[in-house]
């Protein structure tokens, strides 16, 4: 108990610091661009507890999920058929590096032609942004899964569909987990991008709307909101990594009170 306070309390250090800071700053330094922090806090609580939270916040989350479960599926799939066939793996891998090299946010124009100027467009961008951390990571997995592990399968005859999910997926899922993890973060930043074209709601519109009308606290409680959706979206999936990767963490002996 005394560690995980203490664990806390670290945490806790420099973000309290640099917001007192931030605060003590914002209030003398009479800044157009910087309001006080206290104006910020105060258009926060007006605006997203819960004003426009049905209009802009909930829209934004639903195309980011949306997008980010076709990019974990897609990702899982196509990176374990990838991770399992040498063949296939060497004749996709062009491909692969093409298409991840593009970056996401160029092929928004192509998105709306193709899907117009909906939800679909955005989530097109989202999914397409996010799968590659997944699919690289699930290949890499699969093809560290280790070779006496499958002979050993094999030769007691394990049907295939058993060797996948308990073996292949287990064994590469700290992998597939690590990719998950950065694509939610790349998921967050497209959410934003993919919002500030062709857009009349969500938290990336707002940001962009609010600082084409000289609206910088406004603005600025936009920008502190997706601060927050990253970190709570970024702790909620180290908890569920914790207890879905429990069995990891034991093999590889961590401490956390170390």
Same mark, same amino acid.
């Given at each position: 108990?005394?560690?995980?306070l ?7 250090v ?5 917001l ?5 700053w914002?209030?003398?330094a009479?800044s ?9 806090a105060r258009?926060?609580?007006d ?32 990176g ?6 040498r063949?296939? +793996?060497?004749?996709a891998? =062009?491909v692969?590096?093409f $298409?991840?090299?593009l970056?996401? @946010? &160029?092929?928004? !124009?192509f998105a709306?032609?193709l899907?117009g100027?909906g939800?679909a467009?955005?989530?097109f ?5 996010t ?8 290949i890499d997995?699969?093809r560290?899964v280790?070779?006496g592990?499958?002979?050993a399968? +094999?030769?007691?005859?394990v =049907?295939?569909?058993?060797? $996948?999910t308990r073996i292949?997926? @287990? &064994?590469?899922? !700290?992998?597939?987990?690590a990719?998950?993890?950065t694509?939610?973060?790349?998921a967050?930043i497209?959410?934003?991008v993919?919002?500030?074209v ?5 938290v990336?519109?707002?940001v962009?709307e609010?600082?084409?009308s000289?609206a ?6 936009g ?5 927050? $959706?990253?970190?709570l ?14 069995w990891?963490r034991?093999?590889k002996g961590t401490?956390?009170d170390?």
């Amino acid at each position: 108990m005394i560690a995980r306070l203490r664990v806390l309390g670290l945490h806790l250090v420099v973000p309290v610091g640099a917001l007192l800071a931030f605060w003590a700053w914002s209030e003398r330094a009479d800044s157009f661009f910087f309001p006080p922090a206290s104006e910020i806090a105060r258009f926060f609580a007006d605006l997203w507890l819960f004003d426009r939270v049905p209009g802009d916040l909930l829209p934004s989350l639903g195309r980011m999920f949306t997008g980010y479960a076709i990019a974990v599926a897609a990702g899982v799939a196509a990176g374990t058929a990838l991770g399992l066939s040498r063949t296939l +793996r060497t004749a996709a891998d =062009p491909v692969v590096q093409f $298409l991840r090299a593009l970056p996401p @946010p &160029a092929l928004i !124009p192509f998105a709306l032609l193709l899907f117009g100027a909906g939800d679909a467009s955005k989530v097109f961008i989202i999914a397409l942004g996010t799968v590659w951390p997944i699919l690289l990571n699930t290949i890499d997995g699969v093809r560290g899964v280790e070779r006496g592990q499958l002979d050993a399968a +094999r030769s007691y005859q394990v =049907p295939v569909r058993a060797r $996948l999910t308990r073996i292949i997926l @287990p &064994a590469a899922s !700290p992998r597939i987990v690590a990719g998950m993890r950065t694509s939610l973060s790349i998921a967050i930043i497209l959410m934003v991008v993919s919002e500030m074209v062709a857009s009349d709601n969500g938290v990336g519109y707002f940001v962009l709307e609010s600082q084409r009308s000289f609206a910088i606290p406004e603005m600025w409680t936009g920008i502190v909101l997706l601060g927050l $959706l990253g970190f709570l979206l970024n702790w909620l999936f180290q908890l569920v990594e914790a207890r879905v990767l429990f069995w990891h963490r034991g093999l590889k002996g961590t401490n956390d009170d170390a």
